[in-house]
């Protein structure tokens, strides 16, 4: 198959689509559609976002097929291919973005694929939460630096900080069922956190992700999900800025790249439906390591949903 | 004055106020308030200009009082403050921050002080044009790549590809008295260029400055804008990238620096009253030197807009 | 056509093809291909040019489709499409590599189509050249710090110093039809401006482009060249290292964009048969100016081939 | 108050005091001052902490206020602003720079203003503690690669690898009461060392540290320093490289932002009076990591300082 | 001497030969020598490699004498200098470039030297070997993101990812004696992995490295080489993108630099007869911490390599 | 000889001395020495210029031997080596650093060298006119951005921005036989400028040279050196920003290469005894290219004296 061929020849080479894959002209022959989303109108700092698709796909390059630990190889247990980028028709009005969004994912799921998505910021997942949610709130797990469930700010309730409070309160995601791992950062206010907290989800602050460790956490948040539909949320921020600079609203002191590969990797078997990697920020990334470190963890976690995928159309 | 011995202290020291000017507190005064808008929510293609105003006033530290042609001392002919920047309440709604924009401009200019702001994407400019046209359409130069006449893009009249579209309809400023110098690079519809060329303005595409050269550009400028009220925006992407790289919409083949101070050098005399300059993009701007650039041409507007209101004062 | 939609959508939005151009998967509904030729393996100083295609088909995303001088549209002239890169089966033996170029760019001429290619370092012209000098030695214009008309180095004749001394000795190019234009930079010997100046070429070095200008260089360019068939390649070391950084042998001292754009807007009209834009080595290109250069170069050429294309098809 | 709509507001905007604290114009109505230091002129190698303050200061924009840990909010305890830099009047003479910090730093412990002081190369805390220890000397807690207890080089004694032997020297610092933390790198002699530990610092090496842990090392800190006065030096090169890359003297093998945060928070409790982060040099940090990383460790030490003047207070 | 001198004046003065060492001359004075080998014309991805050797001899400037664990001063233990570059007669022809690196390997040898190499891309420890294991295999010990046991690549035996398997077919090294450490990253076939573990090779994943920590690693890396001599060479992409991000072939995931100087610190006493950096890429290394990086090992190799010496020599 | 093997090497190979010329260990086998200096403590602004020597000397392996334009081959006119760097014991007192360097040119000119050194900030040519100026005052052409003709800044009358008034107090240079071109930015006071004026010097404005021309400013300044000894300085900072940005005090405006080019080319025959080139601030240089401009700089001096050097010994 093509994309075999293009998978590998040298790195530099051919059009970068993510991870080399085909381009999805006929969804019927695919089970899993990785899909940009270049967004980034909602966040509260620095923008950059919007390009993270194209770098990451760029990075993704690097990227090869058989996990070095598991063996699993994504692209044979599945077809995978790369979907494009979400077609927007509006740019400057939140709300209709993230319709745009919404459909795109709907339309993707309605074909029968799962989705991976690339931000963008994190405000694009509520609209594919809204997609995906459709028979009643998901397991949630985010590994992110924020909370992401503040209110409004600066005259939006959209803003990137405030996707899961939202999604929350339209019943996208069971709170009983998220955890939220490598939290951390001053606020301004605790309005977040006690959201986060208040409403039953399990908030692992980076100090205590430190003390137990990556597979304990990843045990916890198996736990919590338990065997239900779920999805993924991997902001790279939940990365310490030495291994990801390149990003809106960095915090020093978060997980090494091992922390979080041992985190997804020891995630598989839980009934992930669809995931994301988001705020990749590629004018904040001069060496390149947080687009590559975006796209080795969309490999991850193409690993997680192509190995669900697959047991389910067993 | 502090300010004196703020501005010949050693570069790297101090608050980094715009040209290490004075905090404005008390209007009354000042003659000039130099004003940050860091917005860039109306961009077509990178972003980045919202950091604009804090690079630029950091690079500004390195400008220093007296023109090294004219003589002009800008900062003993008029009081020159630092406004910081207008206080947004709003982050994601084009119109409302562009109210906001026009309610501080407008202010500012009721206290009876002239404003050089600093973006900020271009679309910064039509708000500070309703503050400033109270009295009819003002003569406009403009220095960039693109006419900005564009009319909506992704569902909006109010890009930085359209503000000057918007300012002919809205009668802010007289098209025939309007120029617009150094403008290239390919376009996907002439109906930018036709606008502009259509409804009266000027249109010096680069490949005609560069055969009449900066001092000739400016008198047909000075001849086209005439005695009356005049507004000078000079849109960093104006200058070539080698000149200024930091900048959302690049465009090859751009006026250099010296001629660019020539241009503005030569127009003094012109009755401005009011200047901008926008778009310098710190995230793509790895020396440092498309920041450095927008202080020194915002420099050169202080001293035309300080000799003006001098005058004006006399 | 799907092309025009991706072209008019954002930039930082789709698989970044040259230009946002089709992919090129039926040859026969294209008039003109643009093709990567992803090589460095022949340079004798910095590599980096195997990134350059990836990097300027990024930095083309940026282009559109109007001149703004000439108002050539090149999409409407005709139908250019994106060809992918050449699909290398070796890596390590530059006549290997030459002849998988060849044979590529003689399966593409064979079927009508005219190439732009984007390299690459500055050996890949020879195979191309090989491809299309079928019915005898082209006319010839360079744009270049160097005359690249150089023998042997560390045991290769094919290295990128090189090319155009082995072009004339296969009778691929007419030295009395070839101008090189930019020359400069100190050399270890005279062998090559020598066998230049020897076998007739026009060697402009850059003191005398300087003092001339670039229309009168296009002019003398063209009277070389006459109305024969011509190809022109453009090594973006022809520029000054200001405007493009990202180069494997810069040499201070260049053509501004400025200068180029206009050199070769005036080449128009010349029966070219085939282009290239070689050179541009990203990992040298910290602001990205360099492959956006290469890009806007790339496109001055388009817009020459589709030009003399659209004609020859009338 | 005017601070707090400051610190709400996103972070890009407005002037970049430290922590977006107001600035401090009159001492009488603020607790602690945090103070600029931009001062180089004493480095034995790489130069550009001159520019420390003034990037910190932009980075600390990314700082809020509530610990994610403690929930301390330093800007409820106590009163905090900006004092601006140290008003140098010389540059070229090290003693005579440092009789200027020394005295700045009188003054404001003075008016019973606990500093916090933002270098600046290392040297910059030999006058800051003449300045606080009046009272006989203090225990001193560092962070740093280098014990910076070495003797003159290049014929001075005030190098910025010699405060702190100048201190034991001075009476300023208590040995016995002294403990250096992640001490690394190659030296050309043992003086230094060998000073620390023959005058009864304890020296915890990088390599005993990775050992112990952070809390283990900050228990060991506590119980040296005792319940006396303290000051804590926070030297950016303590960490490693990857976290903070712009630094003078870079050393392989450092702390992790993660662990130096966990060993600044089990620091709560020892009584200081004074506290810096040093060593960070712009220039040389191209991604802000470095910045960011000084300023989240003022947060820290912010955090630390206010809750013991506010118990003092109490 | 002249050396000490130099190593002692401040790190931005001199030529930067590695270490500060010595320019050799007369081997004869010499017993370890320090070469560059500036070559990646076998790279399979990113370029830059040959570049190396100079920005390593610059970073190394940093490096000083006494180790700060062990004590160890290689400069007292041994004569140690620098042997300029591998002198290239060629460039394009990896078989004939391998060629000489392994004669003047094989001539500093039979001098009596012990070689320190710094490349260049990882291709060219096979001829190094191949000048080495003159008396039999030798036991191998590597840190690597990768086994480098892949068969034929675009058309070469020789790339720099299959220099062991070439080693273990020529009777180089002693699969049953070799350790490779830090094997991470996804592949498109099993081919490496399979060959290193079927041979005999113990492959430590960087799951299991994580798991076990670098001192466990450490005992079975000196298990498994027992008593024979030995050589270590390590690949700069062992230490995570973070630590190290200029490399040709990046892998998130990795070692720390703590990690690596503990390994490397605790394999004292093994009969090293030889040891290299590689992969060292400038070009893609924009804070210079991975030239850093790669200096801070080969001095941690000195130590062992002149420790060793030293005893042989006793 | 063993240069020029090696300047034929390809450029990324070997030690890095200036021009890949030979180290001088005998001076009386050369005719001209180059020389380091890498002093920036006299900087008023951003230091790194004692990191220039080794960043020109890196980038001068670009540089190879025979001219473009004039033909001339130096190193086949004289016997020119690298001397090295002027060997400090002293880096924190302004007047014993140049002390030394004095002592050091006057050594290599009482050896009968001529001498082109490599800076170091500006006031490093002080001392080496001390050195020069034995038989009366020099004639004195400057390439600038300043004139360096201020008084006592922060407790100094030795900053780099002070030496030609120095020069001139001293009797070093002779005001009527200087000039100084490419002077601009604005400043605090004209004390500067006046000073220049009113002892003579011809100050040629920015404004003044973009006028006349890079040709006839070289006339001009033949005509004011006349036929007497004359010293070369070309302070980086000349250039504009977009062709030298890794400078301490960059001024927007200035010299593009080609000009500089052109100036220095048509100054042949003037007698120089001397030249340098200051102010390369490799931290501020991100693509490198002010070194490669300083290093072209360097070759034109070159050029320049050896012009002369072979004629005197003629």
């Given at each position: 198959m093509v994309s075999d061929t293009v998978r590998s020849s040298p790195r530099f080479m051919h059009l970068p689509t993510f991870m080399r894959a085909p381009l999805i002209e006929d969804r019927s022959e695919f089970d899993i559609a990785m899909v940009g989303v270049p967004y980034d109108g909602a966040v509260t700092n620095r923008p950059g976002a919007r390009h993270g698709p194209r770098e990451v796909r760029s990075a993704s390059s690097m990227i090869r097929a058989i996990h070095?630990?598991?063996r699993l190889n994504p692209f044979e247990l599945c077809q995978i291919?790369?979907?494009?980028?979400?077609?927007?028709?509006?740019l400057y009005d939140i709300a209709a973005v993230h319709a745009e969004i919404e459909a795109f994912f709907r339309a993707v799921g309605d074909d029968g694929l799962t989705s991976l998505a690339i931000g963008?910021?994190?405000?694009?997942?509520?609209?594919?939460?809204?997609?995906?949610?459709t028979e009643g709130p998901l397991g949630f797990i985010q590994v992110d630096?924020?909370?992401d469930t503040w209110?409004?700010?600066?005259?939006?309730?959209l803003s990137h900080g405030a996707p899961f409070r939202r999604a929350v309160e339209e019943g996208l995601i069971d709170a009983n069922r998220t955890v939220q791992i490598g939290i951390r950062g001053a606020q301004n206010s605790m309005e977040g956190w006690d959201f986060s907290e208040a409403t039953g989800m399990r908030v692992l602050f980076m100090d205590e992700f430190t003390q137990i460790g990556a597979e304990a956490a990843a045990q916890e948040a198996r736990d919590i999900v338990g065997d239900g539909p779920t999805y993924l949320s991997f902001d790279i921020d939940g990365l310490d800025p030495a291994f990801a600079p390149g990003t809106g609203t960095p915090e020093v002191g978060g997980l090494s790249t091992v922390e979080a590969l041992t985190l997804l990797r020891e995630l598989r078997g839980v009934q992930f439906l669809g995931a994301d990697v988001v705020e990749v920020s590629p004018p904040f990334d001069p060496a390149g390591i947080t687009a590559l470190a975006g796209a080795t963890m969309a490999?991850?976690?193409l690993c997680l949903l192509s190995d669900q995928s697959s047991k389910k159309g067993a």
């Open positions: 070095p630990v598991t291919g790369d979907a494009g980028d979400v077609p927007f028709e509006n963008g910021d994190h405000s694009v997942t509520l609209p594919i939460l809204r997609a995906l949610a630096a924020h909370t209110d409004s700010f600066m005259g939006s309730e490999y991850e976690l």
